[in-house]
């Protein structure tokens, strides 16, 4: 299985929320794992969002930063191309997307050019939603809330 880690499970999975665990287990057994810039970018300032409203210590957000630094290291980062910016202000089959959420979208579509056996992981409603619609395979089959 190649993965897309949307940011919605990358972010369960570093937070320890329901349905991380399953997140981690997709994420270790896939065979590649592919993410967007974004999806750094929106983990990074969740971790920092944590610190900023002391929801967590100062050592256990080092170590989650740490966690997110050697995952990366290892996962295929998508950027925010010329083709992804266009595909993300184009229509997707479950509107309103949110800007954010267009932009996964998007990278997804034109990752898919290339890895046509791509798989989504994702916890989010409106990119679970559009990622069915467009044909993808989406998981976690179950989101608990």
């Not at 399953?22 to 300032?45: F, M, N, P, W, Y």
């Not at 997110?68 to 993300?88: F, I, K, Y």
Request: hydrophobic residues 50%.
């Amino acid at each position: 299985m190649i993965a897309y880690a949307e940011s919605s499970a990358v972010l369960r999975w570093l937070f320890n929320e329901p349905a991380g665990e399953e997140i981690l287990d997709h994420l270790r057994g896939a065979r590649k794992v592919v993410c967007s810039r974004l999806t750094l970018i929106e983990c990074q300032r969740a971790v920092r969002r944590a610190a900023a409203e002391s929801r967590m210590s100062e050592a256990d957000l080092g170590d989650l930063r740490a966690v997110l630094a050697q995952a990366a290291a290892r996962w295929a980062v998508v950027e925010l191309s010329r083709d992804v910016a266009e595909r993300a202000a184009a229509r997707f089959p479950v509107e309103p997307v949110r800007t954010l959420d267009a932009v996964h979208l998007a990278s997804m579509v034109v990752v898919r050019e290339s890895l046509a056996d791509l798989v989504v992981l994702s916890t989010d409603d409106r990119v679970r939603a559009n990622s069915e619609q467009l044909g993808f395979t989406v998981l976690p089959v179950a989101v608990p809330r």
